[in-house]
């Protein structure tokens, strides 16, 4: 049996390792810590936590739960061990850092199918291999994935746009309508806030002069790109200050231009449009397209609700900027996260664009399955669009590429019911019974991967 190599003993490699090898593959789980160091890492452990120390709400109610129970119920190691290293935290899985990597990483080590090796790798190994070196792969690798994948598909920072409650709009000020070119989407799908000359100018003085948030040492080397306006930054995901910054005229001809796009107050083109774009099918969550930025938060608020319709504005997400090495997933990725065009290689964890501890183990979960399939010439697995992985992979697979940035697992991805009920329970209710009835089918297949085809089948 061929043996397939993983690249990064983070989150989603160690999952993907631990996958691989409970099928009976060989695996060869390549780690550059300690000889090289992330700029977030401070250990040699495997799998270790950089920041939080909660991989988010294990409460059956919430997205972050749904992930937790299905994670276990696939058989995720790492589930396994958080759930053996719990700290007091209410309703989240939060966890004993140091036990946690401790245990992920003498369990690695145990495993007879697992040899891990301690080096940095430079370009993509051969076929078959799983690439989960996340948000701060190396930038040997990165070139290297850069030169097989086009530097359209590869994005090294996010700068985040804040995410604003869909009832606290002025629906007397914004109104619904696409740009031109935006025509394929239904109507409605973006919300737009007209600005009048006088208020523009408000608010791009606003931007120019609003306080930054300081940025962490490692994440200097962007503002320092940014400010030499070289680097690896993309144009269409600058911030929005720094915009406003370079030309009180950059974001009127920029993202918030207004072409194609009427007041129905004014019958009138205004002088500029902030759009909205929906978050989610029920229209709960907006996001200020084009609105990137690392404002301090007091800021944003501030700032932000000087746009017109915006006054009364309640931010569910603020935006911020952070060093996050991701890939343009629907771009690039099948729904199984192989890498389209390069078979045999597949790409989990932050690197596959998804956002956030559960999301990386999920995905590094899917990459094992997937690869160990491909290894034994079976199909991919299609995994349900009712659970919260298979949302989060369609989501990956099926989002616009133009406007992608990494998702985290949320309610919104689920497929619509076909009657939506209006209470949020009623909802979570029916949203259960589709996936449970889904689970079946998933079970049966994970089964049989695991132990083999049982006699006669
Ligand atoms: C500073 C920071 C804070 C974050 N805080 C949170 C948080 O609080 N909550 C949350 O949910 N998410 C957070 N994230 C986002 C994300 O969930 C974590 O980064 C998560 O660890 C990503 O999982 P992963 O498996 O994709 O990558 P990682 O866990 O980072 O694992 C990747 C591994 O690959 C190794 N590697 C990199 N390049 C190479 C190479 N060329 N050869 C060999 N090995 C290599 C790295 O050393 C690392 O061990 C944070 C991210 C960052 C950068």
Same mark, same amino acid.
């Given at each position: 049996m061929s043996e397939v190599v993983v690249v990064g003993g983070g989150l989603a490699g160690c999952e993907a390792a631990w996958q691989l090898a409970q099928r009976g593959l060989p695996v060869r789980l390549i780690e550059m810590r300690p000889e090289r160091m992330t700029g977030a890492?401070?250990?040699?452990?495997l799998a270790e936590l950089v920041c939080s120390n909660s991989?988010?709400?294990a409460l059956?109610?919430?997205?972050?739960?749904?992930?937790?129970?299905?994670?276990?119920?696939c058989g995720s190691l790492l589930i396994e061990v958080a759930r053996a290293c719990t700290v007091p935290a209410g309703g989240a899985l939060a966890v004993d850092r140091d036990r946690f990597?401790?245990?992920v990483t003498e369990r690695i080590e145990r495993h007879p199918n697992i040899q891990v090796e301690r080096r940095e790798v430079l370009s993509v190994p051969p076929p078959p291999c799983i690439i989960a070196t996340g948000p701060l792969t190396s930038p040997a690798l990165s070139a290297d994935l850069e030169r097989r994948v086009g530097h359209r598909a590869l994005f090294f920072y996010d700068a985040i746009a804040p995410v604003v409650a869909g009832d606290s709009l002025d629906r007397s000020i914004v109104f619904a309508a696409s740009r031109r070119g935006q025509g394929v989407l239904p109507e409605g799908d973006y919300l737009n806030c007209p600005f009048t000359r006088e208020e523009y100018d408000r608010f791009v003085e606003a931007l120019r002069t609003a306080e930054r948030a300081p940025l962490a040492e490692f994440e200097r080397e962007i503002d320092q790109g940014v400010k030499a306006g070289e680097g690896p930054f993309f144009e269409g995901c600058l911030p929005i200050e720094v915009l406003a910054a370079r030309d009180p005229l950059a974001l009127a001809y920029g993202p918030l231009r207004p072409v194609g796009l009427q007041d129905p107050r004014t019958g009138?083109?205004?002088?500029?449009?902030?759009? !909205?774009?929906?978050e989610d099918p029920a229209g709960e969550r907006y996001n200020l397209v084009g609105c990137q930025t690392n404002l301090r938060v007091s800021e944003q608020e501030r700032v932000f609700r000087m746009v017109p319709g915006l006054a009364q504005a309640r931010f569910l997400r603020y935006g911020q900027m952070h060093r996050n090495t991701y890939l343009n997933a629907p771009r690039i990725l099948g729904p199984d996260l192989s890498l389209r065009g390069h078979p045999g290689i597949w790409i989990a964890g932050q690197l596959a664009g998804v956002e956030g501890y559960l999301g990386n183990i999920a995905t590094g979960l899917v990459a094992g399955i997937q690869a160990a399939r491909w290894v034994r010439g079976?199909?991919?697995?299609?995994?349900?669009?009712?659970?919260?992985?298979?949302? !989060?992979?369609?989501?990956l697979s099926h989002s616009d590429p133009v406007w992608f940035q990494p998702i985290k697992a949320n309610f919104g991805l689920l497929p619509p019911l076909p009657e939506a009920p209006a209470s949020r329970a009623a909802r979570l209710e029916l949203w259960s019974r589709r996936a449970q009835e889904d689970w079946s089918r998933l079970a049966c297949e994970l089964h049989r991967d695991l132990v083999g085809p049982a006699p006669g089948d």
């Open positions: 890492h401070r250990t040699s452990w991989l988010g709400s059956p109610d919430r997205a972050a739960g749904w992930l937790v129970n299905e994670l276990s119920r990597a401790c245990t009138r083109r205004p002088w500029a449009v902030l759009q !909205l774009r929906r079976q199909p991919p697995i299609e995994w349900p669009t009712s659970h919260m992985i298979g949302a !989060l992979l369609n989501a």
